[in-house]
């Protein structure tokens, strides 16, 4: 995991060292959420679907189930309970997570708020930083859409 944070910095051990404290303490702030003990209010259908063929967790989510108006604080604490159940699934020379977006159904009027977007970042930079590889975004009615028009 250490090498995760010296490769996200070149080498630099201090700097390494800073962001891997600022994961360590997001961790501490956030072990209720990351350890079970506290189950987060679900903020639509973000979960570990299945494995890839060669291990890796794939985390699925889907825009039609997502709450009207989402809480920043409540789609963090979800996202974090899903990708550390994804991390702990992983077999151990797996290091990194497929992740699945299904824009169908996707409301604009529901992502408007830049919070959560801002907050779910900075969980992807240090406490996951590297853990995520981006698979397929699917929007079949968005491309159906655009070539009606």
Request: hydrophobic letters at 45%; aromatic letters at 6%.
């Amino acid at each position: 995991v250490v090498d995760i944070y010296l490769k996200g910095r070149k080498g630099d051990v201090a700097k390494a060292g800073e962001i891997l404290a600022r994961a360590l303490r997001w961790r501490q702030e956030n072990r209720d959420i990351i350890s079970g003990e506290r189950v987060p209010n679900w903020q639509g259908d973000m979960r570990v679907l299945t494995r890839s063929k060669e291990g890796h967790p794939v985390v699925y989510m889907c825009a039609k189930n997502q709450p009207r108006f989402p809480s920043s604080t409540d789609l963090i604490d979800h996202s974090a309970a899903v990708l550390e159940a994804a991390v702990r699934a992983m077999p151990e020379e797996i290091t990194t997570i497929i992740a699945v977006a299904d824009f169908h159904g996707f409301r604009l009027m529901s992502n408007l708020n830049p919070r959560p977007v801002v907050a779910l970042a900075g969980m992807l930079k240090q406490p996951y930083r590297d853990r995520l590889q981006i698979g397929p975004f699917l929007a079949s009615g968005l491309v159906i859409t655009v070539f009606d028009h």
